[in-house]
């Protein structure tokens, strides 16, 4: 058995986009299309021979398939190690956390985050450095370079590896170390949160219900709650990571996680509910009647940080997303701690943690994380919140309403428009950049335009530049609306509308978002003429 170099052309279509390369899955699965992209990575990072690498991925359809081509690739490039997820299977935060612990040189994550799985469904790679994190934009676009030039592939000859087995083993010279993909994660959280609070807290009575969404996280969550802090068995549901997730959309909000949601507006409704995604990165957090907003949570956490241990000392800053609301940005102002906006996308966070400027990053699309990894953790976040309660022993409901009285509540809300005709959604948001200059004084109902831009971030860390990130107007009186194409679809474009509007008149922090938000989201419609240009009458999903 030998490295053999096998001819191929380049494939149209592999640019990287939000967090690496997603297709459909019968994409991914043409003749050439996974190795093209995999040789393409090997050669944007400058080879990897004599690298280190950690490879794992969700479980979804093609998981286990692709590792084994990826191996057989790494082992033709002259690779020195892989360190691998048993059954293929590694969380994203515990990927980030393996490429970091061990000193590796980075490791190819696969997964579709939130999209749904399966043979007809969404599958996806990307690459993250070795600092644990997303390449940044410099790397993905030699990468993306490299898919246009790329005229052969390398692949062992044979080499299959048995990937249920724990152990190492070798294809050619190149090590293969199949690991227990949970203990590492689980021993990280217990080394950052107060577990004994946390076990005091469930063994008072407390419940909790994760729902797993039949994705990664259930043996992560299995582990953690149930077996290291006690929650009973039965407490993580939906726990079997399966390929297709079940036949579900494995993303943690409202509308996907709906089932946690009716359990929690319930009656005999648990004090505590929460959810991950396909890959475990992502989070919801809700209390009995009372769902907690992503960008509220960022907030919440960045206030109360401190009663977990490995926080204890304060945040160094605070960093969100651009069209994550500016709720942590006040809480940070109180601390006397910097924050930062940085564009869509976890790979944005990398410098800023690395650099040791912040210690908490968050986006609106329920990602929350801090230092400790490279990427966003699902799980971590609902460990600060239950080491938060258990230190507070406060409700749910009552902390977020505690928080707002302190600070007021920015009402937000995102609003998708899903596989809208590319062309009518990119004409919309060309139309809306080329009246940008106009908008200022311009009035919609109540509301008066003040200025609008287009977002564009200058890294403080490199200085690299990172323009076209999202179109924004700012009302008179606080009140924004983003307008931005996602970056992770399959399927023609999404649009992704942010609203928000900041009320701190104390009387007037319990209404229904949609309802206080209104004026803005007529606003949003007539200033960028949504329904008329992508012929929807409402939004896809509204979270
Ligand atoms: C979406 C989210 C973004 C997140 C990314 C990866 O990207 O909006 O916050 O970082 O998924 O989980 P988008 O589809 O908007 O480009
Ligand atoms: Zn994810």
């Given amino acids: ?214 994705a990664v996280t259930g043996p992560y969550a299995c582990e953690v709650l149930q077996n290291r802090l006690g929650a009973p068995v039965g407490s993580v549901v939906n726990e079997i990571p399966l390929p297709d997730f079940g036949g579900g959309h494995p993303d943690p909000n409202p509308i996907w996680a709906k089932d946690l949601m009716d359990c929690m507006y319930g009656a005999n409704a648990p004090d505590f509910g929460a959810a991950s995604d396909g890959d475990g990165d992502r989070n919801m957090i809700v209390g009995k009647s009372c769902y907690v907003s992503p960008s509220d949570s960022l907030a919440v956490l960045a206030d109360l940080a401190h009663l977990a241990p490995a926080y204890s000392t304060g945040l160094a800053g605070v960093a969100r997303s651009m069209p994550t609301s500016a709720a942590a940005d006040r809480v940070a102002a109180a601390k006397g701690i910097p924050s930062f906006e940085t564009p869509t996308g976890w790979k944005f966070f990398g410098n800023l943690l690395d ?46 309403a505690d928080h707002w009285q302190r600070y007021g509540r920015n009402y937000y809300s995102r609003h998708d428009y899903e596989a809208v005709d590319s062309e009518a959604a990119h004409g919309l948001v060309n139309d809306l950049r080329a009246a940008l200059a106009d908008l200022p004084g311009q009035t919609f109902g109540s509301l008066t335009i003040e200025r609008a831009d287009e977002f564009a971030y200058n890294d403080p860390v490199d200085g690299s530049h990172s323009a076209a990130q999202g179109l924004r107007v700012f009302f008179e009186g606080g009140a924004r609306v983003v307008f931005r194409l996602s970056g992770t679809g399959t399927q023609g474009a999404t649009l992704r509308v942010y609203l928000e509007q900041l009320e701190t008149d104390p009387s007037k922090l319990d209404k229904d978002p949609q309802d206080a938000l209104a004026d803005i989201i007529a606003a949003a419609d007539a200033l960028a003429g949504i329904r008329a240009k992508t012929g929807r009458n409402a939004p896809d999903v509204i979270t």
Avoid at 39 to 52: P, R
């Fill in 1 to 214: 058995m030998t490295a053999q170099v096998i001819e191929t052309h380049p494939i149209e279509g592999q640019q990287p986009g939000t967090s690496g390369l997603r297709k459909k899955t019968r994409v991914f699965m043409q003749t050439h299309f996974l190795e093209n992209y995999v040789q393409s990575i090997f050669d944007g990072i400058g080879g990897v021979s004599g690298k280190q690498l950690v490879i794992g991925g969700d479980g979804r359809f093609f998981n286990d398939t692709a590792i084994k081509i990826i191996l057989r690739m790494a082992a033709a490039n002259s690779a020195k190690a892989c360190i691998v997820g048993q059954n293929g299977i590694l969380s994203t935060p515990a990927a980030s956390h393996l490429i970091r612990t061990r000193k590796t040189d980075g490791g190819l994550i696969l997964s579709a985050s939130h999209n749904p799985g399966g043979e007809d469904e969404d599958f996806g790679l990307k690459y993250n450095g070795p600092n644990g994190g997303p390449a940044n934009e410099t790397t993905t676009d030699k990468i993306f370079a490299r898919t246009k030039s790329l005229t052969n592939y390398r692949i062992w000859d044979g080499g299959d590896v048995d990937l249920a087995t724990l152990g190492t083993t070798h294809i050619g010279e190149m090590a293969v170390e199949v690991i227990d993909p949970i203990t590492d994660y689980a021993d990280l959280m217990e080394e950052l949160f107060d577990f004994d609070a946390i076990r005091a807290l469930f063994a008072s009575g407390f419940t909790l219900r994760f729902d797993a969404m039949h």
């Fill in 355 to 400: 650099a040791g400027k912040v210690t908490l990053c968050g986006e609106e699309s329920a990602g929350t994380g801090s230092n400790h990894v490279r990427e966003k953790d699902g799980l971590w976040a609902v460990l600060l919140w239950l080491n938060i309660l258990a230190a507070k022993r406060m409700s749910v409901a009552e902390l977020l």
